[in-house]
């Protein structure tokens, strides 16, 4: 093992970025030991989110040394793995954060040093316009340098490959072993970049040709001109207005309420501690922002957008604030009554989700007669399982996560905020000429196929060996568990565990002889189970996991049933049990938000 000193000497020797070594310099002169070792020891993993941390000085973090040492394994990867690649060049986007726009200028000179060519998006783009413009433009691979919705300390590396769908395995693993074998800087400077004959500027003609596309998804332009529905959007501080407003014209709406204090780019999130729609307080503007204009609906997308979410104005004045299941659900519905009016086959239709978002599309499917597949979780993996549905000759104009993330159509295999926002206005416009709103309408959906109800949540756990100790003893839960024979809780909260998929050793209970998942392992813990009583029609599925850039034990709980009491109840029961039963959050010193 290399000595802490070792590793400083290494980063001083190789980084070129003043404001960077003076960090280093200044933690080693001060002895701040811990501090260098946090920042030292570990390098920054890349994995099938690419890279994503904070932005300092040191091999953890995100900084000039390890972007450009990241854009010289990539490259090489790339041209050794992807044919033409030199030709076919690499898109390359950024947004608004702090070092966003260096990096980018970064990665495209390492590319543009290597002889590839280079379509750098001029400006902010929304990640949505990298991979779709590496799908139009035939690109061998796509970086788009954003943290989403992290916390204004953060930045991140995505990468998208040929497919124009976020990297998985192998790629990953690949790209990561080629970065460690290209770590001597080669380029520091970014001054030329522009001035290269190899950098092609298609900013304005990929950015055209999206808002074309999206006319495919708006079967309803006309009409829309006319909804007396009033519109609040917030884009969290990110890029998101001008491609809303542009949306918003090419579905045919007049404009929307932006939310003024958070419309325009700013790096500091100055009103949001998470810049995340999800996250309780972040849709407070913008619900004021449309109680001041008698707003129906606010929408909003996360600082790339990428993500969106929604709110609606009850009849009593109150609003409610959908969770990305509900909206999936709704999506769903929209797609699957466009899809029958086609008069297209309805067993060549597929929708997708992951395997923690809810089971009601599943449910949908069964009654309907469409194809439902499911996949881990992240668009990586519901982009690939699309574009393998649609080798396999299905239709699949939809899919989602429950973590707001949906996708539409076949251009953008990835999620999609911004024409997520423009499909649902579009919808409950729509609903709203028959006298109904998203709200009723998913209380229709409920009685048709059945009411599902969700309870996401997460305990906070920094210890490695503590969350190991938790899922060993899942694993071992009555003491008679083996390695190869795991012991597992058989009852939750009154309830029977009926089955048991665990994707991190890779043992699913409905699958014997050899009990091998049909899903991919997971790189971290993950078990899924499902418990029911039938007597009382209620079931109930439950995925807990560890998460792959935060310090959490996540957990997802759905249930269902006949009633929506009974189901809420069930519910709060099965998370009290799994807090203080399964995972002893007290014993072994958990968190909670």
Same mark, same amino acid.
């Given at each position: ?78 041209? &050794? ?10 898109? +390359? ?80 693993? %690949?790209?990561?072993? !080629? ?12 001054? !030329? ?175 309907? %007669? ?65 006298? &109904?709103?998203? !709200? ?27 969350? !190991? ?57 993950? +078990? ?60 072994? %010193?958990?968190?909670?938000?």
């Amino acid at each position: 093992m290399a000595s802490l000193d070792d590793l400083v000497q290494e980063w001083l020797r190789l980084d070129r970025n003043e404001e960077t070594r003076a960090e280093i310099e200044a933690l080693r002169a001060s002895g701040k030991v811990a501090e260098l070792e946090r920042r030292m020891r570990k390098r920054i993993e890349f994995g099938t989110a690419g890279l994503r941390g904070k932005m300092e000085a040191g091999w953890s973090r995100m900084n000039d040394l390890i972007i450009i040492q990241a854009s010289q394994g990539l490259c090489v990867y790339v041209l &050794k793995n992807v044919s033409n690649a030199a030709s076919r060049g690499v898109v +390359i986007g950024h947004d608004h954060r702090y070092h966003s726009d260096r990096w980018a200028n970064l990665t495209a000179a390492v590319f543009i040093a290597n002889n590839v060519k280079v379509y750098l998006h001029r400006g902010l783009v929304h990640t949505p316009l990298v991979p779709f413009s590496v799908k139009k433009l035939n690109a061998a691979c796509g970086v788009m340098i954003t943290a989403s919705h992290n916390p204004k300390d953060d930045n991140g590396y995505k990468v998208y490959w040929e497919n124009a769908v976020q990297i998985i395995e192998p790629h990953d693993k %690949g790209i990561s072993d !080629s970065i460690k074998a290209n770590l001597e800087p080669k380029i520091w400077g970014t001054t !030329s970049v522009w001035s290269s004959s190899l950098c092609v500027d298609q900013t304005s003609s990929m950015q055209e040709a999206y808002f074309v596309q999206l006319t495919s998804l708006c079967p309803h332009r006309s009409l829309n001109a006319e909804s007396p529905l009033k519109f609040v959007n917030t884009s969290m501080h990110g890029v998101s207005h001008p491609f809303m407003v542009r949306a918003f014209d090419v579905f045919g709406f007049p404009p929307f309420t932006a939310v003024e204090e958070q419309r325009n780019p700013d790096p500091e999130f100055p009103t949001v501690k998470f810049p995340n729609p999800e996250e309780k307080g972040a849709l407070d503007l913008a619900l004021s922002t449309a109680e001041r204009v008698s707003a129906h609906y606010v929408l909003a997308q996360d600082p790339d957008a990428d993500r969106f979410s929604a709110a609606e104005r009850r009849p009593d004045g109150e609003w409610i604030t959908f969770t990305g299941d509900q909206l999936g659900t709704l999506f769903a519905s929209a797609v699957l009554d466009q899809y029958k009016a086609s008069g297209k086959p309805i067993d060549k239709l597929a929708m997708i989700a992951s395997t923690v978002s809810s089971k009601m599309i599943e449910a949908m499917a069964t009654a309907e %007669g469409f194809k439902f597949a499911e996949c881990l979780t992240g668009f990586k993996y519901i982009g690939n399982t699309a574009l393998v549905l649609e080798q396999q000759g299905y239709v699949v104009p939809f899919g989602y996560e429950e973590a707001i993330g949906f996708m539409f159509g076949s251009e953008i295999r990835d999620k999609d905020g911004v024409t997520a926002s423009v499909v649902f206005a579009e919808f409950v416009a729509a609903l709203h000429r028959q006298g &109904k709103t998203a !709200s009723s309408h998913l209380q229709e959906l409920y009685k048709k196929y059945g009411y599902f109800q969700t309870s996401n949540g997460y305990f906070i756990c920094a210890e490695p060996e503590t969350i !190991s100790k938790i899922f060993a003893r899942i694993r071992n839960y009555d003491g008679t568990g083996s390695p190869t024979k795991p012991s597992y809780p058989r009852a939750i909260a009154g309830l029977t565990v009926v089955s048991v998929r665990d994707l991190t050793i890779g043992y699913d209970s409905t699958k014997p002889p050899t009990y091998k998942p049909d899903l991919p392992l997971s790189s971290g813990q993950m +078990i899924q189970f499902q418990a029911e009583s039938p007597a009382d029609g209620l079931k109930i599925t439950l995925t807990i996991r560890t998460s792959g850039t935060e310090p959490k034990i996540k957990y997802y709980l759905e249930g269902s049933g006949r009633d929506a009491e009974q189901v809420a109840r069930l519910l709060s029961k099965v998370v009290a049990e799994l807090a203080d039963g399964w995972l002893q959050a007290n014993e072994n %010193g958990l968190g909670r938000p």
